[in-house]
């Protein structure tokens, strides 16, 4: 697994992941994820598009990641998944608490006022 990190205007973070998210792969994932919480970031978007395969880790990962951005009045946005992972991701419940869009260019646009 590959995973790159992108301060986008100081403003957002994007997290690029190529390859499997698994019990071999995640521990850099869960470093990554604190690293930018250490760091102050609490408005993320990680790109999924060259995610092959995610195990319950990663998903962990993912929810711990969510739950401390909105904790801080941020979030956390998961952007092209595959078909295999979209389905996962609602499968475990994951696309309620956390927003999950077709592009990173979606999932880096403002949320709608209310």
């Known amino acids: 697994m590959h ?21 071999n792969t995640a521990p850099a994932l869960r470093d990554a994820m604190h690293q ?15 995610v092959d395969f995610c195990d319950s880790i990663g998903l962990g ?8 951005c ?5 979030f956390l946005r998961l952007a092209a998944p595959s078909p295999f992972l979209a389905r996962l991701l609602r499968t475990v419940g994951l696309t309620g608490p ?6 990173v ?5 403002p949320a709608p006022a209310v």
């Open 3 to 23: 995973i790159a990190v992108t301060n986008r205007d100081g403003a957002i973070a994007l997290v690029s992941i190529h390859g499997a998210i698994d019990i």
């Open 36 to 50: 930018l919480l250490e760091a102050g970031h609490t408005r993320i978007v990680v790109d999924l598009a060259g």
């Open 61 to 68: 990962t993912f929810a711990y990641t969510r739950n401390h």
């Open 70 to 74: 909105a904790a801080s009045g941020g």
């Open 98 to 103: 956390i927003p999950v869009h077709a592009t």
């Open 105 to 109: 260019t979606e999932a880096l646009q």
